[in-house]
């Protein structure tokens, strides 16, 4: 097997070819926050609460965890001062979306995050894509999906599927970091399962 030695927060870190930085670190049970990260689903970067500082021969550049893949002489920081202040404002911008959301409240307390920052915008869905990933990759259903694009992009069940695997299923909602993804199937439910089962 192939290893790479790399340094994590000062301390010696084996890590196998082709391993993210995130993975590196858990590995060796080092701890760096995530919110899109789940250990069944291709990585996917979205949240950046993973961020961290990577330096190799000298040049150091931010990197996200979960996506960055570990390489020769690498040193890493996942506590900087400056990884501390990106992550205190992320999580600033997610509280804005999802001020109640407990795991958010949690880490918001940890990087000293103030919740009222910003204005709030609140859709309650922090784009992590935990739920449409899941479904997609390891249920295989695409029974959720994501609607619109851009700022106003939010996650949407898919009627005609969501009706006949979802009740059966469920195993997305405990992903979900704000708890948005159930109301979102108990609103679909309501507006679109009664109408599709009519013309069964």
């Known amino acids: ?6 340094q994590i927060d000062g301390k010696e870190v084996k890590a196998r070819v082709g391993m993210t930085v995130l993975e590196a670190a858990q590995s060796a049970g080092l701890s760096i926050p995530t919110l899109c990260y789940h250990e069944k689903l291709l990585p996917f970067g979205a949240c950046r609460l993973c961020i961290v500082e990577a330096e190799v021969n000298g040049t150091t550049k931010l990197v996200v965890s ?4 570990v390489e020769k002489n690498l040193v890493v920081r996942t506590r900087s001062t400056k990884v501390n202040r990106i992550r205190k404002t992320i999580l600033e911008l997610l509280l804005a979306h999802a001020p ?8 918001a307390q940890e990087y000293g995050a103030d919740k009222d920052r910003f204005e709030k915008e609140s859709s309650f869905c922090i784009h992590c894509g935990l739920c449409v990933r899941y479904c997609a990759e390891v249920k295989k259903l695409n029974a959720v999906g994501f609607v619109v694009r851009g700022i106003k992009k939010e996650i949407s069940f898919i009627p005609e599927i969501a009706s006949k695997e979802c009740n059966n299923c469920k195993e997305c909602f405990a992903l979900c970091p704000t708890s948005y993804l159930q109301a979102a199937f108990v609103l679909t439910e309501a507006l679109a399962f009664s109408t599709g089962n009519s013309n069964v």
């Open 1 to 6: 097997m192939n290893e790479i030695l790399l």
């Open 100 to 107: 109640d959301s407990p795991k958010l409240q949690d880490l």
């Open 66 to 69: 979960c996506v960055y893949t």
